[in-house]
Every structure is written in C-alpha cells, then in structure tokens.
C-alpha cells in the first residue's frame, strides 16, 4: 500500500506541475531571492563596501522573516485551493476504503514534493541573481569590477531553515484542515463558497462606509506631513494605516453588489453587448473570494508605497550629496593652520583645486532674532556673513552661475527647508554692528549645502567691503582631489580635528564642543549609498514578494474558473454567440478581475506619495519629482502584473478551446 501511495503521490505531483506552473515558478523565484539575499547578506565584499553596510545582514534577516511569512500564505492558499479542487478524488478514496490517515500523508507528499524541486531549483537560480545583484551594487557603488559572491554554508542554512519553517507550518494546517473533514464535506467542499459574513442591507452601503473611512484616513496620514520641521505622530499614522486596511477589505467585500446594481439599475447597461454576463460572473467570484480579494488588495497597495518610498529614499540621497558634499573635502575649524590637514591629504590624493576663506559674525543679529521656530534653522545664535567674492569663487567651483549684488544691496543663501520662512520675514533692509545699512536683493537656495554657514541653515552674502571691522568666525579649507575620496581619509582627518572643549553637565554627562566640522564627499557617499543599498533592496525585493503572490493567486483562481465554468461558454456558442466574441468577453473577464485589487491601491499609493512629498520635497531636485517616481515606479509594476495577466489569458484560453 505504501508503494502504491508513493507512486500515486509521484504521478499527482506531474499532474499538478502541469496545471499550477505559474504557482511553481512562483515559488521558485521567492525561494532564488531569498537564496540570492542570502548570499549577498552574508558575502564579506559587499560587507566591507561601506560601514553602514554591517546592518545590511540583520536588516536582511527581519525581511526574510517577513518574507517567510508571505510565502507561506502563498503556499497554505494554494494547498487549501488544490485540496478542494480534489476534494472529490479523496472522498472517492475514503469511499474505496483508502484510510483518511493514508489520503492526508498522500497530500502531504505531494505537496513536499512539489516544494523541495521548487527549493532545489532555487540554488542555482538565486546564485544567478546573486550574481545581478552584484551588478547592481557595482553601479550604485561605482566600482571597476563585479564584487565576487561565493557560495557559504550560512546563506545555505538561512535558506534551508527558511524552507523548513514554510513547510512545518503549511503541512501543520494541511494535516489539521483534512482530519477534520468527513466523506459528505469531500464529496461537496468543492461547491461550498465563502459565506457573506455581512447582511446584505449593511452591504449595500458599505461601500460609501468604507469609500470615507478610506479619506478619513489619508486627511490623518496627509495632516502628519503638513510642517516641515514637525515630527509626525506614530500613534496618528498607525491610525491611520488601520482605517485604510478597513477600508480596503471593507471595498473589496461590497464593491460586487454595488456594482451589480449599478449595472442592473438601467436596462440600457443591463442589456448592452455581454455586460450581464460579465458582471453576474464577476460578482459571483468575487462573493466567494472576497476575504482573499481583499488581501491581495492590501498586498498590492504595499507593493505600491514599497516602490514609491525606495524611489523617494534614492532621490533624497542623491540631493544629500549635493548639498552635502559639493566638493571633496570641506574642512572649517577656528585656526587658520590646515598644514597638518594638508599633509594627511597629499599622502594618498592628488590636489586639484583648493580655496581658503573665513566667514564673519554679524553681532547685530538681524535675522537670527526674528526666528520664531527654531528646529531646522541651527544651534549657532549669532548671524554669519560671507563676502561676494568668496561665494562667488565656491559657486564657480561648483560649476553655478556667479552672484551679483550692488554696493548697497545684500542676499540670502539658505536651505530649501527654511527658504518659504524667510520670505515671510521683515528682512528687507539690515544694519551690520559696522553699522552699513544694507537692502535685500534676493533669497536664494541654489549653491548652498549644509556646511557654508556651520551651525545655521543660512548664510548671508554682502558686497565685500561690507565686511569691514566685522569680527572673524570660521576658517574653510575647500579641496577638489583627483581621487575620488573614500572613509580612511575621513577616519584621519577626524582624529586629527578631534573636539577641543568638554564639560560636564549638572547630571554628570560629559558634552564636547566641536570647534571644527569636517566633510569628505567619499564618506557622505559610501554612507549614502549604503543605506540606499538596503532601502532599495528591502523595498524592491518585498515589491517583488507581494506582486508575484497577488499575480499568482489570480492567475490560479482564473485557470480553475476556466476548467469550472467551461459548460458557460458553451451555451453561449450553443446561442450562437460567435468564437470572437467569446474570446472577447473572455478577455473583459479576466481583464476586470485583474483590475480590481489594483484600481484603489494606485489611488491610495498616489495620495500616500503626494503626501510624503511635503517632507521629502527639500531633499529631491524638485518639487514634482515624485510624481516622476510614481509613473515609472507604476509602469514597472504594470509590466511585472501584465506578465501574470497575459499568462493568464492564454491558459484560460486554452482551456475553454479544448
């Protein structure tokens, strides 16, 4: 009986490839990236590529956490949808005799099986994507060569660990769910639906309940990004991620109703072209999936904002470096001796450019004393000044175009944060402690970054015979080198301009002073691009995740309609209904059932970025950026779920043909 089992279990498992190949590749893939993350978390060279690139292994350990988690949805969906599709093959079993126990360890085989070809296969998949994404971070890092990822018993522990983990569980439940079931619920659990746990008078209008709890909970989550400078409140936030999953389930299990009475309110739509058809078809299928709609809703909608924040992260750490680090070394200390700087720097680089200056403090405080809010505008409480010919003489360093000012006239340079504040101030004429009376010209946010004025988010430009009896304030060394700088030569520039004054507070707490600030563009790169390394693979490898489960789920759901629905179509052809027209109608269907989990999560994603936009906004290029973000980052998503979509199709096609 055992062999006889086995070979059964074997000949189902073939059978199965056959009818769930989008399920297995699927898996196949989920369990590669986990392989190919694996390797790349635990490879010392991509370890070694940045400092920051030591938290890339624990971060990739939650995700593939999380990731578990999903696949093993994925995995328990589609057992419990196989097991009820032949649910009346395990009944005829028990009817022959064939124990319960024997039909569960039967089920359970196949499904290992199935499960350990898609995880074998991974291995040498996932070390081919290991391999792309060295690539990738060859690109994001700009090195001269692929960074060299070897095979390590630990990624093949994670990965085997992972795959026991998906698999303890799945069978757990699969095993629990089967003796649980008699003869009678085998013989029917294929026709059994998902009950409408709602009544229908509450349905009918829950769609507009839940259409407001939706905007209820984007004016929350939009009213935590209003200020600049204001850190949101988690506790709002978090309120509002629960309504719009309220929200989304709420939609998702009253749209077929509202939209079936939509449709059969006019009879001018009643009985145009197939819309019946259709809608009576959609609306059946969703009602017996409404619970599984609504979490490949939700699973979609994540998708989005995952895209959507990656591509936010990216732009904002690509600005950083402009307004951080325009040139390669910036250094601004007190003295006016930068010889030992000097000597660390000529080792190992090769001056290019060099420019010394010193800015001035105005004792007057003409802007400083006008601020109201505090946060972003600095620690420093005594306003600074530039000359013309030294900001004009970094802006030519830059590659900007030069500022000009008449003798009488004064402008500020400012961060994008602080600029709308500033505009809004009485600064339009200021007397310096020189007492020359100077009128603005201009507030400007283009050639500034963070260390011109150390300690203010701004600074202000004077003619320069302005500057004349002002006292001195800091000295700037600015340096372009040949070599691009890395983290060693921040490492002992630091040492070298270590803190100068350190006391102890009334607690005991030892505060220092820095009296210099340093800046090397190789440190705020390697530093940056670490943690858009991860940001980037986190965000684009869950996308990946939740795309490829809603994709799948869909695509199972709508192959085993076409075996379960196929006597549908044959009425139609049997009332003369033309091959064409079915193909077409076909196509509507699927196109229809497709679109549902997607329509309201790009409208949430859309709303969510517009709303991130308003604190991402000072550190993009421009105010709009993100709405670049979201139509490509939509347009990826499309071609990815078009895929799934276009499998779809043709396997239903098929199967109604034949």
Not at 81 to 89: H, P, T, Y
Not at 122 to 150: D, Q, T, V
Not at 286 to 307: D, V, Y
Not at 379 to 385: A, F, H, M, Q, S
Request: charged share 20%.
């Amino acid at each position: 009986m055992l062999i006889l089992l086995n070979k059964l279990a074997i000949r189902n498992v073939k059978r199965s490839m056959k009818d769930y190949v989008i399920y297995l590749i699927t898996v196949t893939l989920a369990f590669s990236f986990l392989f190919a993350l694996n390797l790349v978390s635990n490879a010392k060279e991509v370890l070694a590529l940045s400092n920051i690139m030591e938290n890339f292994k624990m971060v990739m350990i939650v995700v593939n956490f999380i990731v578990v988690l999903i696949i093993c949805f994925l995995i328990n969906y589609t057992s419990k949808f196989m097991f009820q599709k032949r649910s009346k093959e395990f009944g005829t079993y028990l009817i022959l005799g064939i124990k319960k126990n024997q039909i569960t360890k039967l089920f359970t085989l196949e499904n290992l099986l199935l499960g350990v070809f898609s995880f074998l296969l991974s291995f040498p998949i996932g070390y081919f994507f290991s391999m792309l994404l060295s690539f990738i971070m060859m690109n994001i890092f700009e090195l001269p060569a692929l960074i060299k990822i070897n095979l390590s018993m630990e990624a093949f522990f994670l990965s085997f660990l992972s795959f026991l983990l998906i698999y303890f569980f799945v069978l757990f439940f699969l095993r629990k769910r089967m003796k649980k079931l008699k003869i009678y619920d085998l013989l029917y659990l294929e026709k059994k639906n998902e009950t409408a746990k709602i009544p229908t008078k509450i349905r009918h209008y829950g769609f507009f309940l839940s259409l407001s709890l939706g905007i209820l909970a984007f004016l929350l989550f939009d009213n935590q990004f209003k200020s600049i400078g204001v850190e949101p409140s988690m506790t709002i936030i978090l309120i509002s991620f629960f309504f719009m999953i309220l929200s989304i389930y709420g939609i998702t299990l009253t749209l077929a109703d509202f939209l079936v009475k939509f449709v059969l309110k006019s009879k001018n739509r009643k009985y145009k072209k197939d819309y019946l058809f259709i809608t009576r078809t959609f609306s059946s299928k969703i009602k017996t999936m409404s619970f599984t709609m609504g979490t490949l809703t939700f699973l979609i909608t994540l998708t989005l904002i995952a895209l959507n924040l990656s591509s936010l992260m990216k732009g904002m750490f690509e600005y950083q470096i402009k307004r951080n680090a325009p040139y390669e070394i910036i250094i601004s200390k007190k003295g006016m001796d930068f010889a030992e700087e000097f000597q660390i720097i000529k080792e190992n680089y090769s001056i290019t450019e060099q420019f010394h200056y010193q800015d001035y403090q105005d004792t007057n405080n003409n802007i400083r004393n006008k601020i109201q809010k505090e946060e972003h505008f600095g620690w420093k409480e005594i306003d600074n000044i530039i000359k013309l010919s030294d900001l004009n003489q970094l802006l030519l360093l830059q590659q900007k175009e030069p500022m000009y000012l008449n003798e009488f006239e004064f402008s500020i340079l400012c961060s994008k944060e602080i600029r709308k504040e500033l505009n809004q101030m009485d600064v339009n004429q200021i007397t310096l402690a020189n007492q020359i009376t100077l009128q603005k010209k201009e507030i400007k946010s283009d050639g500034y970054y963070s260390n011109l004025s150390f300690g203010l988010s701004y600074i202000i430009v004077v003619p320069d015979e302005a500057v004349k009896d002002l006292p001195s304030n800091l000295n700037h060394l600015i340096i372009n080198t040949k070599e691009k700088t890395n983290e060693n030569l921040a490492s002992e520039l630091s040492f070298q301009l270590a803190p100068d004054i350190c006391k102890k507070t009334d607690k005991g707490y030892d505060i220092c002073y820095y009296l210099s600030n340093l800046v090397v563009r190789g440190q705020k790169i390697a530093t940056n691009k670490g943690m858009l390394t991860i940001c980037s693979f986190v965000c684009f490898y869950m996308a990946f995740i939740f795309i490829s489960v809603a994709g799948t789920i869909l695509a199972i759901q709508s192959l085993s309609d076409a075996t379960k629905y196929k006597y549908r179509y044959t009425v139609l052809k049997k009332l003369g209904v033309r091959k064409e027209n079915i193909r077409k109608t076909i196509l509507k269907q699927l196109l229809l059932f497709f679109l549902f989990p997607v329509i309201y999560p790009i409208i949430i994603s859309f709303f969510t970025i517009f709303s991130m936009n308003r604190i991402f906004q000072i550190s993009l290029e421009t105010n709009t950026t993100y709405f670049t973000y979201f139509i490509i980052n939509l347009f990826l998503f499309i071609i990815i779920y078009f895929i799934y979509f276009l499998a779809t199709y043709f396997g239903y096609k098929k199967n109604i043909d034949e």
